[in-house]
């Protein structure tokens, strides 16, 4: 009994006073006795749980309680009225209060014994309505799971000694290291390219506005990623630390696709600038050459024959020159893809090097890539490396030309070299090689021809086919 009386406090002997005292309280506060009778409610009590002025007094205090917790109250307020001490009610537990209209909020309670007179004993309980302060924790909640869960990556720094106060998950997945691991580190343990001073110029800057910058980040695994920061410096509450606030993304993605684009944007440039080539060699030096040969040939007629025969070699000379031409001005304008007719030939013929010793030359002439079907290129491309082959096998030869040409509704393939020719006797085709050529321009309903080359040095075969 004297451990009781030594933590209850007395109520002053004017009892005007402490009512006073009561009533003049901002908190709401009402004084019970151990029965659990309401015997003073203050004007302030009243208004939070929408009762009259005077009406709470003489009722049982488990009439602010949610109806749920009112039996189990009448227990916890015999044990304490058993051992009275002041404390906060409820540790650890969220308290409940029920208003007049039935209509339930958060508490914080506060206990305190006192004895009045003739030694009765009775406690004072100081209530506060905690709504506003239950929604401020909960939106608090709410920031913090919507950063927990934001897709970039978010970290909140001490700005005096850089270390690390919180990482979301997507700065864990960025960087590898979970929570604890952070918030044991400071940025410069992820970014190998800053130091002390870096940062503290990052901090006066962030002084006077946000800063956005790129930087690389090194990932626990050891991989550097080339990451974009939006960095600030909040303005703190009072007496709260000063916090660097960083959100990080991943650009390694975003920046590939701009060198992508960078290099489509210069390849379109190259073709169009290949265009313009090819336009003006067709319309300036072709023209100027075929009217220089046409002149040569006019001239050649009136003059004599060793003359004429000189002058007429130049003028084939000069046509030779043309059909090259037109082959670079079709190599600049046709479309690179890797399927086309043109594209397979020119890849058959750098293979050819490795059985040949040097690499033959191609000719193009007419509309080859837009008039091949893709059923023509699967029999073309074939037929030219077994051409090839027989060449590389029997002719010894030291040169190879591929004439590829479309023209009169059909694609022609020719392949003549300076080799050792076929013989006088070539047969109809003779040979396994051969054979597979004429079978295949036949099942498209071509033809396929093989005889001396026009020289009469090497061979010469043609494989067409319609298109």
């Known amino acids: 009994m004297e451990q009781q009386r030594s933590e209850t406090t007395p109520l002053p002997a004017n009892s005007d006073l402490a009512r006073a005292l009561v009533e003049s309280s901002p908190d709401g506060v009402v004084v019970v006795d151990r029965a659990g009778t309401i015997r003073l409610a203050n004007p302030k009590i009243a208004e939070m749980f929408g009762y009259q002025p005077g009406e709470l007094e003489g009722q049982p205090v488990e009439c602010l309680l949610p109806l749920a917790d009112r039996r189990v109250h009448t227990a916890h307020r015999l044990r304490y009225t058993a051992a009275p001490r002041s404390r906060p009610m409820g540790e650890d537990l969220e308290l409940w209060g029920r208003r007049s209209d039935g209509a339930e909020f958060p508490l914080e309670i506060a206990l305190s014994p006192v004895v009045a007179a003739g030694d009765e004993q009775l406690v004072i309980a100081t209530v506060r309505d905690v709504t506003t302060r239950r929604l401020a924790q909960q939106q608090l909640r709410n920031v913090s799971e919507l950063l927990a869960g934001l897709g970039e990556a978010v970290f909140f720094a001490d700005a005096d000694d850089m270390s690390i106060g919180y990482a979301n998950r997507a700065a864990c997945h960025l960087t590898g290291y979970d929570h604890d691991e952070l918030v044991a580190m400071t940025p410069l343990h992820l ?57 990080v993304r991943d650009i390694s993605d975003r920046l590939a696709r701009l060198a992508q684009q960078q290099a489509v944007a210069e390849l379109t440039a190259l073709v169009g600038d290949r265009e313009r080539i090819a336009r003006d060699l067709h319309d300036t030096a072709i023209q100027d050459l075929f009217g220089a040969g046409l002149a040569l040939q006019s001239i050649a007629y009136l003059a004599g024959d060793d003359l004429q025969a000189r002058l007429m070699e130049i003028v084939e000379r000069q046509d030779e020159v043309i059909r090259q031409i037109r082959t670079a001005i079709f190599g600049l304008t046709a479309k690179r893809n890797g399927d086309s007719l043109t594209d397979q030939v020119q890849a058959v013929l750098d293979e050819s090097v490795r059985v040949l010793g040097f690499r033959p030359s191609l000719t ?32 010894r030869a030291s040169e190879v030309t591929v004439d590829l040409t479309c023209a009169d509704g059909s694609v022609t393939l020719r392949v003549t070299d300076n080799g050792i020719g076929i013989g006088s006797s070539p047969g109809d085709g003779a040979g396994h090689g051969l054979a597979n050529l004429r079978q295949r321009a036949l099942d498209l309903g071509g033809s396929f021809e093989i005889a001396p080359a026009p020289d009469h040095a090497g061979t010469a075969l043609a494989w067409t086919v319609p298109v």
């Open 191 to 247: 970014l190998p390219s800053w130091d002390r001073d870096q940062a503290a110029h990052l901090l006066a800057d962030l002084r006077q506005c946000p800063v956005t910058f790129t930087t690389e980040l090194r990932r626990k695994d050891g991989m550097d990623l080339t990451v974009e920061c939006d960095v600030s410096l909040p303005t703190p509450a009072r007496g709260e630390p000063t916090q660097v606030v960083a959100v």
């Open 364 to 395: 193009l002439s007419g509309l080859v890539d837009t008039m091949a079907t893709p059923d023509v290129i699967s029999h073309a491309v074939p037929a030219l490396r077994e051409a090839l082959s027989n060449v590389a096998r029997h002719a």
